[in-house]
Every structure is written in C-alpha cells, then in structure tokens.
T-cell receptor
Framework: EPEVTQTPSHQVTQMGQEVILRCVPISNHLYFYWYRQILGQKVEFLVSFYNNEISEKSEIFDDQFSVERPDGSNFTLKIRSTKLEDSAMYFC????????????FGPGTRLTVL | QKEVEQNSGPLSVPEGAIASLNCTYSDRGSQSFFWYRQYSGKSPELIMFIYSNGDKEDGRFTAQLNKASQYVSLLIRDSQPSDSATYLCAVNPSAGGSYIPTFGRGTSLIVHP
C-alpha cells in the first residue's frame, strides 16, 4: 500500500541552525501539507502546497519557514534559524485529486532544538 | 476562531465493550469530518470520515454526524487493547476554497483486558 515517507525520523540541532525536513508524498497525490505537533498538544497546520506553489499557510508559517518541491518526488520544509520553540513532531501529509480531504500522514520527524 | 472540542479523557473501557468518543465543533458550515487514531509517538492514521448527517459504519467503527447539533462521534464496538490510542477529531471548514482541517486535542482511550 502506498504511503508517505519522511526523513530523518529524528533531527537534533542547535538553536539558530537551519534544518531541512524531507517528505516523499504518495506518488499520484497532488496536494501536500506540513503540520506540526508540540508534545502533548494539538496537530497544527503549517502550510499547504499545490501546483508548485503555496495555497494556504497559517500564522505559524512565518518568514523562517519555506517549502519546496525540488523534483517530482520530494517535498521539503526548511526552517532557516531554529528556535527552542520549534521543537516538535513535524508531519507531512498528502491528498489525491478528487477526494474531499482525506489526507494521509507520514510517520513524522521529531525535531529537537537545543 | 474555528474550534473543535474533545474531552481529553482518558476514557477507560473494558475489552469487548463499546467505546464512545465525542467531538463538537463551532463552525456551523463545516463540510466534512474525520477521525484519526494516533498511537503515542506516531503519526495520525485516518480511520473514518463522514460528510452527511447520520451514521456511517466501517467494520467495528461507526461515525455519527449531527450537523444541527454540531456534533460528531465515533463508536468502537468490541473494543480491543490494541484500540488504546488517542483519537483525533478533525473538521473541514465551510466551503470557500479552504481544505485545511482543524484538529481537536484528542481523546485518550484505554481498553483494559
């Protein structure tokens, strides 16, 4: 069964460093999303991406964040200068054409900022 | 601010019982509703979605939607210890081009043998 994959599973970084989180969505999906979940809290939407551009973004997704689809398979989230409060699980999700909004989540990347 | 409310629990049920998980939402025009299961340290896994008022059954799971009361629930029949997880309710907003769901905090379910 096709699935969303994410790498790395765990990333530890120093405050102020740049990190890139990688996702490979399900191959025939065209809508891609990043969410984050701080430990013990809600899943929060960051950004959605369709047709090679951002379609929606939340207040969390400020200038420190960017997304890119550098090739036909990868979808990346970059955090330019990490802060302690960026420590969270980051989930990538994808959705196919024609579905209402059945998003399928990847396993997540646990980001720890020291 | 669109709100999705769930009782955080934990909801504890014996094995074989019916577990009932509830969710209310504030956006009256919400279009679609999703239940995700999330094991500790893992990602949300979609288990049910519902768009129309009434019941929708899939195996041991039944989703119930009442748009007039702004209420959606998930029933798990014949609960198993492997059903122990946090159940997230997610609600899609009113029509208008946005397909970004709002998640509730989740209800922790414990099924004890």
């Amino acid at each position: 069964e096709p699935e969303v994959t994410q790498t790395p599973s765990h990333q530890v970084t120093q405050m102020g460093q740049e990190v890139i989180l990688r996702c490979v969505p399900i191959s025939n999906h065209l809508y891609f999303y990043w969410y984050r979940q701080i430990l013990g809290q809600k899943v929060e939407f960051l950004v959605s991406f369709y047709n090679n551009e951002i379609s929606e973004k939340s207040e969390i997704f400020d200038d420190q964040f960017s997304v890119e689809r550098p090739d036909g398979s990868n979808f990346t989230l970059k955090i330019r200068s990490t802060k302690l409060e960026d420590s969270a699980m980051y989930f990538c999700a994808s959705k196919g054409v024609g579905s209402y909004n059945e998003q399928f989540f990847g396993p997540g990347t646990r980001l720890t900022v020291l | 601010q669109k709100e999705v409310e769930q009782n955080s629990g934990p909801l504890s049920v014996p094995e074989g019982a019916i577990a009932s998980l509830n969710c209310t939402y504030s956006d009256r025009g919400s279009q679609s509703f999703f239940w995700y299961r999330q094991y500790s340290g893992k990602s949300p896994e979609l288990i049910m979605f519902i768009y129309s008022n009434g019941d929708k059954e899939d195996g041991r799971f039944t989703a119930q939607l009442n748009k007039a009361s702004q209420y959606v629930s998930l029933l798990i029949r014949d609960s198993q210890p492997s059903d122990s997880a946090t159940y997230l309710c997610a609600v899609n907003p009113s029509a208008g081009g946005s397909y970004i769901p709002t998640f509730g905090r989740g209800t922790s379910l414990i099924v004890h043998p």
